[in-house]
């Protein structure tokens, strides 16, 4: 099983900041690596897919990078509604499908 | 509109069964794979079981292996999740999510959860 490790579980940050979240595989996933958002009372929405792209209506703020084991996920000038909880997922090895932990991004 | 509606949600005694439901719209539903993934209440995101498209190929997360039943009715845009033993550890919201896909090389991938469903609420209680 792929153990999908985020950091850090927190980020207090202020609206307009830029905002770094990594998410670490235990093996290579190569590059088949999403990103989620999770506002409080809503479903998860896809935000990145395959690393690096962004899934259909999400804003250019938000960008993937990395690569085997290493990945991370950008939000340059972080707007009030991008507050939320963000999971990785990984989709190279399954079953299982896993996610991480989750990093909630909060309001500094 | 691409739409997921799940039902079947409720309250049941640790040991009992429920049957949770996923209708799907606005997209050709038997040309994708579907898949149930839960959040326990204040709890992150767990993989539950997958099914193929038109094939019908089934995987399970070990936890709920032997458990969970995983189907499609493929005529009715109907996904099926049936759920034997409950436990309190299955208490969560079960969503409904469908599986983005592309084509690379002739060979066919899977790819992330790209439309979930609103969830439905499952609690094991005593």
């Known amino acids: 099983e792929t153990v999908m490790t985020q950091s850090p579980a927190t980020l207090s940050v202020s609206p307009g900041e830029r905002v770094t979240l990594s998410c670490r595989a235990s093996?290579?996933?190569?590059?088949?690596l999403a990103w989620y958002q999770q506002k409080p009372g809503q479903i998860p929405r896809l935000l990145i897919y395959a690393t690096s792209t962004r899934a259909t209506g999400i804003p250019a703020r938000f960008s993937g990078s990395g690569s085997g084991t290493e990945f991370t996920l950008t939000i340059n000038s972080l707007q009030s509604e991008d507050f939320a909880i963000y999971y990785c997922?990984?989709?190279?090895?399954?079953?299982?499908?896993?996610f991480g932990g989750g990093t909630k991004v909060e309001i500094k | 509109e691409v739409q997921l509606m799940e039902s079947g949600g409720g309250f049941v005694q640790p040991g009992g069964s429920l049957r949770l439901s996923c209708v799907a719209s606005g997209f050709t539903f038997t040309n994708y794979a579907m898949s149930w993934v839960r959040q326990a209440p204040g709890k992150g995101l767990e993989w539950v079981s997958a099914i193929g498209g038109s094939r019908g190929g089934t995987y399970y997360a070990d936890s709920v292996k032997g458990r969970f039943t995983i189907s499609r009715d493929n005529s009715k845009n109907t996904l099926s999740l049936q759920m034997n033993s409950l436990r309190a550890e299955d208490t969560a919201i079960y969503y409904c999510?469908?599986?983005?896909?592309?084509?690379?090389?002739?060979?066919?991938?899977?790819?992330?959860?790209?439309?979930w469903g609103q969830g439905t609420m499952v609690t094991v209680s005593s």
């Open positions: 997922q990984q989709y190279n090895d399954w079953p299982p499908l896993t």
């Open positions: 999510a469908k599986f983005s896909d592309h084509y690379e090389s002739d060979s066919y991938y899977l790819d992330a959860f790209d439309i």
């Open positions: 093996q290579s996933v190569n590059s088949k």
